[in-house]
Every structure is written in structure tokens, then in C-alpha cells.
């Protein structure tokens, strides 16, 4: 029989003692439910049912909790994607590292006309639903194509990866065809976007949304349509009537927090404030909160993210800001509404703000037909222009 020399056995003893420690570090240690570098929530303790262990999901679903739980487990990811930009990886944790950005990777995709175009006609079937709610009360409905970043920069992908720019504008032109036969008011600002140069101050280099100054163009742009459209009588911010303040803290962004902060590229928040200043009261989720759009930093050491416009993604808003004479406005969407938010409620008499990935309180026609806003737009980008779960329903 074979012996065990003594540094094989050393060896074998170390290893399995890392082993039985990180398990140890793994099983005790107080477990976090949110990753703050990935941008995600981390999987929580699987609960056992019959149908999960038949089916093998539970297994997995252990497999999942415990790789996101592990000990280390931030240290050595850092330490992957330091090596992966070590050795000029074109694509790190499904980031594409650019020439001075962070670009989302983009699976390739069979684009087909076809497909595109039902999907267009259903969701502009769903939205003159919408629509009409919206009219029988007197109201304007607006549907807005923002941009988001793949958008913005579709050039800045090398030409071995895929950017969607075809399926993207086949997604506009198919809608916008669709929403005009159903009279249905469709504003792309995504080609108004184009039309300008896509400047780079109007959109972030790190993270999917445009800048506080790419959400002032949005907001123009919206107000000056339905003021065209109803005659109403909304003041409309210029350049003149605004401060940009650079918050020198660093912005992290959402391209995987800067990849797990390893990457040096520098990017700047920007505030927006009115020279006249309107006061005004907020309530978030039905409970008064701060009078403020803003979350603002501790210190210029504290880093920020896209949370900084409306403190995140809140359900529900209202801010109110007592002027009766001026109409009132939802507007509905995703994290695509924040910074748009953060200048919009300074032309109304009331803002409502619905993010529908988080409110469930009840549908969005029935709190339409609850507050009777004089205008509703809904903001939405490419990568969910044509999704009916994400745009509200019409029932």
C-alpha cells in the first residue's frame, strides 16, 4: 500500500481545512441580502416544497444561495475582474469595456421584422386602452421613447459585438406606425436625441440613463408637446432659468458599480436647480416624506449612484406643490422617470410618479381613474419599448 509522504499530507490537510473554514465563514456569518458592487439582490435561504425537490430546483436553488453567500466572495470577484481588465478582456462580467466607457454586452439576436411588428400592434393596442381612460375624463396621454445607453452609443460597441441597432429601430418604426393608426400620441425622443449628435454631456458613460442635462432636454421636449397638443397653459423651463451644480463626488454607476470598483473612469452627478425657488411637500407611498428630488451625500468622500435623483426607485411619489392654477401630471415608467422627475414637478400644480416594477396598490388605469391627472406620459427606453409587462395595462 501506497504511504502518504508528509507534505502531501501537509497539503491535503490545508486544503481540506480552507475547505471546512470557508464552509464555516459561509454558514455563520451574517448573511447580507443586497449586493451593493452588483447592483443586485442576492438569493435568499431556498424554502422546501415537494414539487422544488422533485423537480431538482431545490438543489439548485442551494447551489445559488451558497455561491452568493460564500466567504470572500466580493474579494475574489474584484480580484477576477481586475485580472480580466489585467489582460484587455473586450467583455468583463457582461460589461463592454470600451475606449472611456462601460457599455452593457448585448446577446446577438434574430431580428425579424414579423415579430416585431405584432409586438408593436399588441402593445399599441394595450396603450389606446390607456388612452382612452385618460380622454374620457378629459385628459392628454403621451408615450415617450427615451434613450438608454446601447441607444446612445451604438458606435462605441466594436464590431464583433452586437449593439441592436437594428431591432432597436425596427422596435420605434414598427410602434410609431402602429400608435399613428390608432391615433395614439407617440413622441421619440430617441431620434430627437439622434438628430443633436448624441452629445456626450446628455448621457452617461457608466450607467443606462442619459445625465441631468439629457432629462432637461427630456422634459423640454415633453412640455413642449402637449403644449402643442392641448393648449395648455404650462411654464416650460429654459437654460436661464436653471443652476447645474457638479456634485464632486465619484459616480459609481450601474454598469456593475463601476465593475466592482476597479475601473479609473471619471463621471459626475449634476443637480438641477430653479432660480426661483418653489416650495413644495412629497409624499412617498402615501406617507410625507422630505421636501426634496434630491438624496444628497454625506460628504464629497461619499460616492453616488443613479439613487441620488428622487432617492431611488420609489414606488409611489407625489409632490405637491400648492399652485392651483396649474394642471397636474403622472408620470409612469421605471428608473427612466427619475431624473425627469427631479425638474418636472416645477411646471405643475401636482406631480404623481409611479415606478411599475415596485407599486401593486392597484392597477395603473385604476389609479388614473382615482386622481384624473390633466396629463399622463409614460417614459419608457428600447430595451422595454415593446414589452406589455412593463408598460402598464389597460385594463
Given at each position: 500500500m501506497k504511504r502518504f509522504k508528509a507534505s502531501e499530507l501537509f497539503v491535503s490537510v490545508c486544503f481540506l481545512a480552507f475547505l471546512f473554514g470557508a464552509m464555516t465563514v459561509t454558514v455563520a456569518r451574517e448573511k447580507a441580502e443586497y449586493s451593493f458592487y452588483e447592483n443586485r439582490m442576492l438569493a435568499s435561504i431556498p424554502e422546501y416544497t415537494a414539487e422544488a425537490d422533485g423537480n431538482g430546483s431545490y438543489v439548485n436553488q442551494w447551489e445559488k444561495y451558497l455561491s452568493d453567500h460564500a466567504a470572500l466572495r466580493s474579494t475574489l470577484l474584484k480580484v477576477k475582474t481586475r485580472l480580466d481588465l489585467a489582460l484587455r478582456r473586450p467583455v468583463v462580467n457582461e460589461t463592454v469595456i470600451g475606449d472611456g466607457i462601460l457599455l452593457p454586452y448585448l446577446p446577438a439576436q434574430r431580428v425579424n421584422g414579423e415579430e416585431i411588428a405584432a409586438q408593436a400592434r399588441a402593445m399599441a393596442d394595450n396603450l389606446k386602452g390607456?388612452?382612452?381612460?385618460?380622454?374620457?375624463?378629459?385628459?392628454?396621454?403621451?408615450?415617450?421613447?427615451?434613450?438608454c445607453q446601447y441607444d446612445y452609443y451604438p458606435d462605441r460597441y466594436p464590431g464583433f459585438l452586437d449593439n441592436w441597432a437594428e431591432q432597436t429601430r425596427l422596435s420605434r418604426e414598427k410602434l410609431a406606425q402602429a400608435m399613428e393608426e390608432r391615433e395614439v400620441d407617440f413622441l421619440d425622443l430617441s431620434a430627437?436625441?439622434?438628430?443633436?449628435?448624441?452629445?456626450?454631456e446628455y448621457s452617461s458613460r457608466v450607467d443606462n440613463h442619459y445625465s441631468m442635462q439629457g432629462a432637461f432636454y427630456v422634459y423640454q421636449r415633453i412640455l413642449e408637446r402637449v403644449v402643442e397638443r392641448t393648449g395648455m397653459d404650462i411654464p416650460i423651463l429654459r437654460e436661464r432659468d436653471v443652476i447645474f451644480e457638479e456634485l464632486p463626488n465619484q459616480y459609481l454607476g450601474s454598469r456593475e458599480r463601476k465593475l466592482l470598483g476597479q475601473v479609473d473612469l471619471e463621471?459626475?452627478?449634476?443637480?438641477?436647480?430653479?432660480?426661483?425657488?418653489?416650495?413644495?411637500?412629497?409624499?412617498?407611498?402615501?406617507?410625507?416624506?422630505?421636501?426634496?428630488?434630491?438624496?444628497?451625500?454625506?460628504?464629497t468622500d461619499s460616492v453616488l449612484t443613479y439613487d441620488f435623483y428622487m432617492g431611488g426607485d420609489v414606488p409611489e411619489t407625489v409632490i405637491d406643490t400648492g399652485r392651483k392654477d396649474l394642471p397636474s401630471i403622472l408620470i409612469y415608467g421605471d428608473s427612466m422617470t427619475n431624473a425627469v422627475e427631479c425638474v418636472m414637478y416645477l411646471s405643475f400644480d401636482k406631480m404623481y410618479s409611479l415606478d411599475l416594477r415596485h407599486y401593486h396598490d392597484m392597477s395603473l388605469t385604476d389609479y388614473i381613474k382615482l386622481v384624473k391627472p390633466d396629463v399622463v406620459v409614460c417614459i419608457r427606453d428600447p430595451e422595454v419599448l415593446l414589452l406589455q409587462e412593463a408598460n402598464g395595462g389597460a385594463s
Amino acid at each position: 500500500m501506497k504511504r502518504f509522504k508528509a507534505s502531501e499530507l501537509f497539503v491535503s490537510v490545508c486544503f481540506l481545512a480552507f475547505l471546512f473554514g470557508a464552509m464555516t465563514v459561509t454558514v455563520a456569518r451574517e448573511k447580507a441580502e443586497y449586493s451593493f458592487y452588483e447592483n443586485r439582490m442576492l438569493a435568499s435561504i431556498p424554502e422546501y416544497t415537494a414539487e422544488a425537490d422533485g423537480n431538482g430546483s431545490y438543489v439548485n436553488q442551494w447551489e445559488k444561495y451558497l455561491s452568493d453567500h460564500a466567504a470572500l466572495r466580493s474579494t475574489l470577484l474584484k480580484v477576477k475582474t481586475r485580472l480580466d481588465l489585467a489582460l484587455r478582456r473586450p467583455v468583463v462580467n457582461e460589461t463592454v469595456i470600451g475606449d472611456g466607457i462601460l457599455l452593457p454586452y448585448l446577446p446577438a439576436q434574430r431580428v425579424n421584422g414579423e415579430e416585431i411588428a405584432a409586438q408593436a400592434r399588441a402593445m399599441a393596442d394595450n396603450l389606446k386602452g390607456i388612452q382612452d381612460v385618460v380622454a374620457g375624463y378629459g385628459g392628454y396621454y403621451c408615450y415617450v421613447c427615451v434613450t438608454c445607453q446601447y441607444d446612445y452609443y451604438p458606435d462605441r460597441y466594436p464590431g464583433f459585438l452586437d449593439n441592436w441597432a437594428e431591432q432597436t429601430r425596427l422596435s420605434r418604426e414598427k410602434l410609431a406606425q402602429a400608435m399613428e393608426e390608432r391615433e395614439v400620441d407617440f413622441l421619440d425622443l430617441s431620434a430627437a436625441f439622434a438628430e443633436l449628435g448624441h452629445p456626450e454631456e446628455y448621457s452617461s458613460r457608466v450607467d443606462n440613463h442619459y445625465s441631468m442635462q439629457g432629462a432637461f432636454y427630456v422634459y423640454q421636449r415633453i412640455l413642449e408637446r402637449v403644449v402643442e397638443r392641448t393648449g395648455m397653459d404650462i411654464p416650460i423651463l429654459r437654460e436661464r432659468d436653471v443652476i447645474f451644480e457638479e456634485l464632486p463626488n465619484q459616480y459609481l454607476g450601474s454598469r456593475e458599480r463601476k465593475l466592482l470598483g476597479q475601473v479609473d473612469l471619471e463621471e459626475h452627478l449634476y443637480a438641477l436647480w430653479p432660480k426661483e425657488e418653489i416650495p413644495f411637500t412629497r409624499w412617498n407611498d402615501g406617507e410625507e416624506g422630505l421636501p426634496t428630488v434630491y438624496a444628497m451625500p454625506a460628504s464629497t468622500d461619499s460616492v453616488l449612484t443613479y439613487d441620488f435623483y428622487m432617492g431611488g426607485d420609489v414606488p409611489e411619489t407625489v409632490i405637491d406643490t400648492g399652485r392651483k392654477d396649474l394642471p397636474s401630471i403622472l408620470i409612469y415608467g421605471d428608473s427612466m422617470t427619475n431624473a425627469v422627475e427631479c425638474v418636472m414637478y416645477l411646471s405643475f400644480d401636482k406631480m404623481y410618479s409611479l415606478d411599475l416594477r415596485h407599486y401593486h396598490d392597484m392597477s395603473l388605469t385604476d389609479y388614473i381613474k382615482l386622481v384624473k391627472p390633466d396629463v399622463v406620459v409614460c417614459i419608457r427606453d428600447p430595451e422595454v419599448l415593446l414589452l406589455q409587462e412593463a408598460n402598464g395595462g389597460a385594463s
